[in-house]
């Protein structure tokens, strides 16, 4: 599957535009199907409806765990690290992943759980999230993995949402030296939940947990009575390739966050062979994702890629600055990681503790990093290559989507040449495409636009759950028989794309996705927020920043006050992680005469930026700009 030189990547590109569907069945041959495919696409971007490998049946954790049993029983799948390094760490052979994977399904079935379900996740980082996640597979249950750092209130809105049956979470989550209780956070969200018959719950730090008698129960009780029944085995349930294999609810510009739903047969080939090839995995490699299961990262390259392809993959539990900004870097060494996969806000977040942090860190092991989630600063990418990679490490920057299930523009390591700044070029498979304003394609190099796909590939999503027309109208509307990503990208001349970022009202903070009408929402909640208008500003570390401009006339207590509580309304509607980094409070908004938000004057404030804030003629109060201006944070 391997592309491995240049002008292989050429030829192999040219053949994926020419004849995809002969290219993608000749990589598809490499994964165990228990049914090949009658048919290898359908697809239209109208409705939209995308079918891949047609009449195949499969499990993805065949692919996963059974089928490097033979060769491979004893490879390391999972290494895993605690938040706290004087506590243990784990190794999880392939076998041992495979019998506890089993053993989890057929708990899970004890439980209720059926092909189809849908099943809530909320886990910390421990092998037992993994575990949980290909457990569901296994059954054919749907997983629904919620990021920990989810308010009560986020959680049960994606509860409802797929109305979820089954709960599995733990007491709670150690992070550095905080603990998140994870457990009262779902009984706080369940309480709105009435689909949830069954809350199975993990120990892992030992916080007092309301047990619920007839609704919850322990994961370590509930595995001493599979173990008892004396079945360790739980035969794959046989999926068709177009069955759903997940939801992972993501922002948008407007409204709710959408889950976005991915299918057994093309996710899976999609994933393995993105892991495969942009990071030339090699057998025996150790290979250390920072990212959380929480997000699309750690599904499709802690989770499902890698195991499709038997790695040995390095599972994280805390944060990088614990206890000191060198973890990271200790990891490393203890493992002798040789691919290690982060994201830009982590590296600037470690770069500015200096150089010291580094020292004594033995870092030879590694041969090959990557970045997701943001764009990756030259600065930081200079940091990354000379001080992490010590000038001799390929950086693949891989641009991608919760939507589009792996990897879509990526260098291929040690086989496309890099530029800084640069997500280089569409993997085979990918057929990228600026359009202008008009929806018009833009051709040539040297152009910039926003960024389309034209043609599907295994990994696109098959719908928003629940909401087809949602899906439509936010991916497949926009620009006619495209799929429009959101973002605005930059072709330089030699074809190479430089993400520029979103396009729509969407922040990207610390890597994470935003919409800032969902953070408005949750403003607009608070008693004495009368309106609020939410964009991002540039953000040293975070990337953006999240500015509020709030008006609200009747402060509770002082302004001070009154802030902390608006951010500690945010906390509990969405979660710390959409928290505002600034409140200005203003008496008005920028409005047209139809009463539209003039968002573009607000984010040149927000950046600083007020030397020409364009035209204000048709505004409907253009002093409301002259004192926004003067109170600028
Ligand atoms: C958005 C997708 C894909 C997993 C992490 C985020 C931005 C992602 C890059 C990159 C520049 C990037 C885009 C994209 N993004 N990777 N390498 N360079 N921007 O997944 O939450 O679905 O967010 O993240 O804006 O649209 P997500």
Redesign the pocket.
């Known amino acids: 599957m391997q592309v491995k030189t240049f002008d292989e990547y050429q030829q192999v590109y040219r053949k994926s535009v020419e004849e995809p569907e002969a290219f993608w069945a000749e990589i598809a041959e490499n994964f165990k199907w228990r049914k090949k495919w009658d048919k290898v696409l359908e697809w239209n971007f109208t409705e939209p409806k995308v079918e891949w490998f047609k009449g195949a049946k499969l499990n993805i954790t065949e692919n996963c765990l059974d089928r490097h049993l033979e060769n491979n029983a004893d490879t390391p799948a999972i290494i895993w690290e605690p938040n706290d390094p004087s506590e243990n760490h784990r190794i999880l052979t392939y076998k041992q992943l495979h019998d506890k994977v089993c053993q989890f399904a057929n708990v899970l079935k004890n439980n209720g759980a059926k092909k189809g379900d849908r099943i809530c996740i909320y886990m910390p980082m421990v092998p037992e999230l993994a575990i949980a996640v290909l457990a569901c597979a296994r059954l054919g249950a749907v997983h629904s993995v919620v990021f920990g750092g989810f308010s009560a209130q986020s959680i049960a809105d994606r509860i409802k949402d797929a109305e979820c049956n089954i709960v599995i979470t733990a007491d709670g989550a150690e992070r550095g030296n905080k603990n998140v209780p994870l457990k009262s956070v779902i009984d706080d969200a369940l309480v709105q939940c009435p689909s949830i018959k069954r809350v199975i719950v993990l120990t892992r730090s030992h916080t007092p947990v309301s047990m619920i008698k007839g609704r919850d129960v322990w994961w370590e009780d509930e595995v001493k009575k599979v173990e008892t029944q004396g079945n360790p085995d739980c035969p794959a349930e046989e999926m068709d390739t177009e069955d759903m294999l997940f939801i992972l609810y993501?922002?948008g510009s407007t409204g709710k966050p959408k889950g976005v739903v991915h299918t057994c047969g093309g996710y899976m080939v999609y994933a393995g062979y993105t892991f495969a090839n942009a990071f030339q995995y090699q057998p025996g490699e150790v290979y250390f994702c920072t990212?959380d299961i929480g997000?699309?990262?750690g599904h499709s390259y802690i989770a499902y890629g890698p195991l499709t392809q038997g790695a040995t993959v390095v599972m994280f539990e805390g944060i990088p600055t614990y206890p000191d900004a060198g973890r990271f870097w200790d990891i490393v060494d203890k493992f002798k990681v040789n691919i290690f996969y982060t994201?830009?806000t982590a590296i600037r977040s470690l770069m500015s503790f200096g150089d010291d942090i580094l020292k004594g860190k033995d870092l030879s092991s590694l041969t090959k990093l990557g970045?997701?989630?943001?764009?990756?600063n030259e600065e930081a990418w200079h940091w990354f290559n000379d001080k992490i990679g010590k000038g001799k490490c390929p950086i693949v920057?891989?641009?991608?989507?919760?939507?589009?299930g792996g990897f879509m523009?990526?260098p291929i390591a040690n086989v496309t040449p890099l530029k800084p700044g640069y997500?280089s070029l569409p993997l085979p498979g990918v057929q990228t495409v600026l359009v202008d304003e008009n929806g018009k394609e833009i051709e040539g190099n040297g152009v910039s636009g926003n960024l389309c796909i034209k043609f599907p590939w295994p990994g696109i999503l098959r719908t928003t759950y629940g909401d087809h027309e949602r899906c439509r109208q936010t991916y497949f509307a926009t620009y006619e028989n495209m799929y429009f990503?959101?973002?605005g990208v930059l072709r330089d001349e030699d074809g190479y794309y430089r993400?520029t970022?979103?396009v729509d009202d969407?922040l990207?903070v610390s890597?994470?996705?935003i919409g800032t009408a969902e953070v408005e929402n949750a403003l607009n909640m608070h008693s004495s927020v009368v309106e609020s208008a939410v964009v991002g500003y540039p953000h040293d570390i975070k990337g953006q920043g999240v500015y509020a401009f709030v008006v609200s006339p009747d402060k509770h207590g002082n302004e001070d006050i009154t802030r902390k509580d608006i951010i500690m309304t945010v906390s509990r509607i969405i979660g710390p992680i959409a928290k505002p980094d600034k409140i200005q409070f203003v008496s008005g908004l920028p409005k047209t005469r139809s009463g539209k938000i003039m968002r573009r004057i607000l984010r040149k404030i927000a950046e600083g930026d007020t030397s020409n804030l364009g035209d204000t003629s048709t505004l409907l109060d253009p002093g409301v700009v002259e004192e926004i201006k003067a109170g600028a944070l």
């Open positions: 993501t922002s990212a997000w699309i990262t994201a830009p970045s997701v989630g943001e764009p990756l920057d891989t641009w991608w989507q919760t939507e589009t523009i990526s997500a990503t959101g973002d993400i970022g979103r969407v990207n890597g994470h996705r």
